[in-house]
Antibody, heavy 122, light 109 residues
Framework: QVQLVQSGTEVKKPGASLKVSCKSS????????LHWVRQAPGQGLEWMGW????????NYAQKFRDRVTMTTDRSISTAYIELSSLRSDDTAIYYC???????????????WGQGTLVTVSS | QSALTQPASVSGSPGQSITISCTGT?????????VSWYQQHPGKAPKLLIF???NRPSGVSDRFSASKSGNTASLTISGLQADDESVYYC??????????FGTGTMVTV
């Protein structure tokens, strides 16, 4: 069965960087784009970008373009998101999610990780 | 890049039907048949309910249906049940090769 398992809770200081992992299993990792979505406490979902594990191409939301890096390690079926220059408003749950193979576009997300809570506080 | 607009809350009684709207622009909802809907229970990851405007993934109840007219997409939940109490988000592809979510709608049963 498809599973996306993310790394654990992080506490970071303002100005620091974070790196969250997302380990995939149950499907061909290289065959599906992975997206990252975040959710601030009590707020809605915010799309951050995607990565194609087959080749490593990426597409980031304009808001994060100067601070985010998405990568993958195909040898261990794991995707990563790095976010630098953290601010308090980066406090959120960060989700990875896989693109559905049944949709006509790369933005339908059918399997999600459990989420990683990141708290940015001095 | 603003979010798609959804009502903050919608309520209904068990057995009734409710409809949630999702309003965007011709650059997203209106321009492509790539609207999805997600259900998110408290403390859980979102769950895909509808993709490509009207399609249900395998395993999703047929009490969930959706449509689109112009720049507004809609999700209808029929035969409302207690477990439907949740937050619902729409999302869409945007023509600049980005994605966008709606503001979210809390459904109360």
């Amino acid at each position: 069965q498809v599973q996306l398992v993310q790394s654990g809770t992080e506490v970071k200081k303002p100005g620091a960087s974070l790196k969250v992992s997302c380990k995939s299993s149950g499907y061909s990792f290289a065959g599906y784009y992975l997206h990252w979505v975040r959710q601030a406490p009590g707020q809605g979902l915010e799309w951050m970008g995607w990565i194609n594990p087959n080749g490593g191409s990426t597409n980031y939301a304009q808001k994060f373009r100067d601070r985010v890096t998405m990568t993958t390690d195909r040898s261990i079926s794991t995707a990563y998101i790095e976010l630098s220059s953290l601010r308090s408003d980066d406090t959120a749950i960060y989700y990875c999610a896989r693109v559905s193979p049944y949709s006509g576009n790369y933005y339908t997300l059918d399997f999600w990780g459990q989420g990683t809570l990141v708290t940015v506080s001095s | 890049q603003s979010a798609l607009t959804q009502p903050a809350s919608v309520s209904g009684s068990p057995g009734q039907s409710i409809t949630i709207s999702c309003t965007g622009t011709s650059s997203d909802v209106g321009g492509f048949n790539f609207v999805s809907w997600y259900q998110q229970h408290p403390g859980k990851a979102p769950k895909l309910l509808i993709f490509d405007v009207t399609n249900r993934p395998s395993g999703v109840s047929d009490r969930f249906s959706a449509s689109k007219s112009g720049n507004t997409a809609s999700l209808t939940i029929s035969g409302l049940q207690a477990d439907d109490e949740s937050v619902y988000y729409c999302s869409s592809y945007r023509g600049d090769n980005t994605g966008v979510f709606g503001t979210g709608t809390m459904v109360t049963v």
